[in-house]
């Protein structure tokens, strides 16, 4: 089986991944690092891309821990998150997105306000 198009009309989740109307795509378009275990499409592997999106893959890594039943390290990966933002304040969401699972876990993401 091979993805061939997909949509971006469902819901988005805490892990930043929008769900698909319809057919769910995410197991054809995920690949995975053995040493973190972050997830992502293949693009986020780009070492360009990484070096940009470097708050939001150490947001998805604490995501990923606290999905899978690890709070030390979940809280341990979102604490980086002021200095993986650094100065970009268009990042700074995700510091709160960050603290928001020790105050109020849930799913998905209010996007009104931005968590």
Same mark, same amino acid.
């Given at each position: 089986?091979s993805?061939?198009s997909?949509?971006?009309c469902?819901p988005?989740?805490?892990?930043l991944y929008r769900? !698909?109307?319809? *057919?769910p ?8 690092c053995t040493?973190?275990?972050?997830s992502g499409?293949?693009g986020? *592997?780009d070492? @360009?891309e990484?070096?940009a999106?470097?708050?939001v ?6 995501e990923?821990?606290r999905?899978?039943?690890d709070?030390d390290?979940a809280k341990?990966w *979102? =604490?980086?998150?002021p200095? !993986?933002?650094g100065?970009? !304040? ?6 709160d997105? =960050? ?8 799913e998905?993401?209010? @996007?009104k306000?931005?968590?």
């Amino acid at each position: 089986m091979s993805l061939r198009s997909t949509n971006t009309c469902g819901p988005l989740t805490t892990d930043l991944y929008r769900h !698909a109307g319809g *057919f769910p795509s995410l197991p054809l378009m995920v690949h995975y690092c053995t040493p973190c275990g972050y997830s992502g499409p293949i693009g986020d *592997f780009d070492p @360009e891309e990484v070096a940009a999106g470097r708050a939001v893959i150490t947001y998805l890594i604490g995501e990923l821990r606290r999905r899978t039943g690890d709070p030390d390290k979940a809280k341990a990966w *979102f =604490a980086r998150m002021p200095d !993986a933002v650094g100065g970009n !304040a268009k990042q700074d969401w995700l510091i709160d997105l =960050a603290i928001q699972p020790s105050i109020n876990p849930k799913e998905m993401v209010d @996007e009104k306000r931005g968590t």
